[in-house]
T-cell receptor, first 113, second 112 residues
């Protein structure tokens, strides 16, 4: 089944404790992206990747890191999480860029206390 | 910066009636306008999209219209059904085609 998977689905952590949210797609897509979703703000892009080893900042990259060492995986890293990073996070992939359908993962709800 | 405004934030309609959600965008270079539906507890899913060389596109009960001059586009759902209840997002691509700018979302409630 073609899909985007994220892990974990739910995470409660404390300020400053490094964490990684994994994202994997099995559709051989070139483009992958991370979004955060907050009430009343819609989806805001954190980072995106056009291909292996090629990444760039989105609208809200501060406090986040990403890497794209393999085509299928695009982990999101929070080196020192803070309470303002409490949010719902989505990973998405598409065949080439944002001019094509994006396939979203199920989301990761992160709470930082 | 680039912006997409979406209205209304909440829309309540009687089952069987039509629903219209509107978005305006600021980047005149945008040429791709998708609409996504997000059901509770799930990620957004594409329901329809339109490119700038087309004024209208229809898929069964769903249609999207685009007015490039006014820089706005709309989602039309006819004969609404309970399963249409969800949050709907519009978006517009940026010139680079590697970023989408999203509207804030519209919560559609279908009343029985």
């Amino acid at each position: 089944e073609a899909q985007v998977t994220q892990n974990p689905r739910y995470l409660i952590t404390v300020t400053g404790k490094k964490l990684t949210v994994t994202c994997s797609q099995n559709m051989n897509h070139e483009y992958m992206s991370w979004y955060r979703q907050d009430p009343g703000l819609g989806l805001r892009q954190i980072y995106y990747s056009m291909n292996v080893e090629v990444t760039d900042k989105g609208d809200v990259p501060e406090g986040y890191k990403v890497s794209r060492k393999e085509k299928r995986n695009f982990p999101l890293i929070l080196e020192s999480p803070s309470p303002n990073q409490t949010s719902l996070y989505f990973c998405a992939s598409s065949p080439w860029d944002t001019g094509s359908e994006q396939y979203f993962g199920p989301g990761t709800r992160l709470t930082v206390t | 910066g680039e912006n997409v405004e979406q209205h209304p934030p909440t829309l309540s309609v009687q089952e069987g009636d039509s629903a219209v959600i509107k978005c305006t965008y600021s980047d005149s270079a945008s040429n791709y306008f998708p609409w996504y539906k997000q059901e509770l507890g799930k990620g957004p899913q594409l329901i329809i999209d339109i490119r700038s060389n087309v004024g209208e596109k229809k898929d069964q009960r769903i249609a999207v219209t685009l007015n490039k001059t006014a820089k706005h586009f709309s989602l039309h759902i006819t004969e609404t059904q309970p399963e249409d209840s969800a949050v709907y997002f519009c978006a517009a691509n940026m010139d680079s085609n590697y970023q989408l700018i999203w509207g804030a979302g519209t919560k559609l409630i279908i009343k029985p």
